[in-house]
């Protein structure tokens, strides 16, 4: 069956300007969970997302936003880029609330210059 | 606030040897562990875990042991093979269904 796909895989933005990356998870997979990788600080949570209800979220600025689908897609938002949200974004998928195993996503390359 | 870490940014390993991957956590709230495993331009991919009410799991080359008093987990790879030269990342979660990451230790196997 098909993998968590992100689109897209690389985007380069200018600071100011505002970003929405997508997420499609597993199928039948509810939860979706967001992540941003930087170099040194591993994969920091950002928010997660079930039954199209933010059920958590890390700790990041209102910038960064979501929501869910009801087909569990997902779009991540991130208003008035700086250049420290130059990261690698990652999406997980799993089928309940319970990440025992999160299936994830390649990932968008986001480069704020 | 880094309640996972792993204190090992980098590991090097002889191709045949074991790798060991150690990881330290300071939550007890934490009630399942798993191991991740990334190569450059691709999500990471589970690897194994393990539940708080075990102290080992098996899967293969790759098992994992919890030490619940020192709040501490390892992860071992017997035989190493070129394949497994990666970026390892340790994971925990709670209650709260978010997953807490390490910063990854880059493993590289030599032949």
């Known amino acids: 069956k098909a993998g968590v796909t992100q689109t897209p895989r690389y985007l380069i933005k200018t600071r100011g300007q505002q970003v929405t990356l997508s997420c499609s998870p597993i199928?039948?997979?509810?939860?979706v969970s967001w992540y941003q990788q930087t170099p040194g600080q591993g994969l920091q949570f950002l928010f997660e997302?079930?039954?199209?209800?933010?059920?958590n979220k890390g700790n990041f600025p209102g910038r960064f936003s979501g929501r869910q689908f009801s087909n569990s897609r997902s779009e991540m938002n991130v208003s008035t880029l700086e250049l420290g949200d130059s990261a690698l974004y990652l999406c997980?998928?799993?089928?309940?609330?319970?990440?025992?195993?999160?299936?994830f996503g390649q990932g968008t390359r986001l480069t704020v210059v | 606030d880094q309640q996972v870490k792993q204190n090992s940014p980098s590991l090097s390993v002889q191709e045949g040897r074991i790798s060991i991957l150690n990881c330290d956590y300071t939550?007890?709230?934490?009630?399942?562990f798993l191991w991740y495993k990334k190569y450059p331009a691709e999500g990471p991919t589970f690897l194994i875990s393990?539940?708080?009410?075990?102290d080992k799991n098996e899967d293969g080359r790759f098992t994992v042991f919890l030490n619940k008093s020192a709040k501490h987990l390892s992860l071992h790879i017997v035989p190493s093979q070129p394949g497994d030269s990666a970026v390892y990342f340790c994971?925990?979660?709670?209650?709260?269904?978010?997953?807490?990451f390490g910063a990854g230790t880059t493993v590289t196997v030599r032949a």
């Open positions: 997980a998928s799993s089928l309940n609330r319970l990440n025992t195993e999160a299936f």
């Open positions: 994971a925990a979660s709670a209650t709260d269904y978010k997953l807490s």
């Open positions: 199928s039948g997979h509810r939860s």
């Open positions: 997302y079930f039954s199209e209800t933010q059920r």
């Open positions: 939550n007890s709230m934490f009630d399942y």
């Open positions: 393990i539940s708080s009410i075990k």
